[in-house]
Nanobody, 120 residues
């Protein structure tokens, strides 16, 4: 069983900061790619940031404010969110593409999501 568990969501005022974490567990042989996505009420899920072998990619709307990072030893993904805006309000999801050993295959896994609310 491979799973992603997110934490760190909550409520914050505009201009504030939050740090999301995503811990991966299970029979993981290697991780190809991890990322953060978000879905606001009434909108489609959108990419926030991804990280692949140290190379990062960000949505234009979060560039300069959000930072994605990964602790390879702990199979944990982070998203540091600064200068938060009301339009950042959404459920944030962690995503991973990895080689799983039991049985051996490439698998995409999603976390359950964590709610971030930015309001004064």
């Amino acid at each position: 069983q491979v799973q992603l568990v997110e934490s760190g969501g909550g409520s914050v005022q505009p201009g504030g900061s939050l740090r999301l974490s995503c811990a991966a567990s299970g029979s993981i042989t290697s991780i190809n790619h991890m990322g953060w996505y978000r879905q606001a009420p009434g909108k489609e899920r959108e990419l926030v940031a991804t990280i692949t072998s140290g190379s990062t990619n960000y949505a234009d709307s979060v560039k300069g404010r959000f930072t994605i990072s990964r602790d390879n030893a702990r199979n944990t993904l982070y998203l540091q969110m600064n200068s938060l805006k009301p339009e950042d309000t959404a459920v944030y999801y962690c995503e991973m593409v990895a080689v799983i050993s039991i049985p051996l295959r490439l698998l995409e896994v999603w976390g359950q999501g964590t709610l971030v609310t930015v309001a004064s």
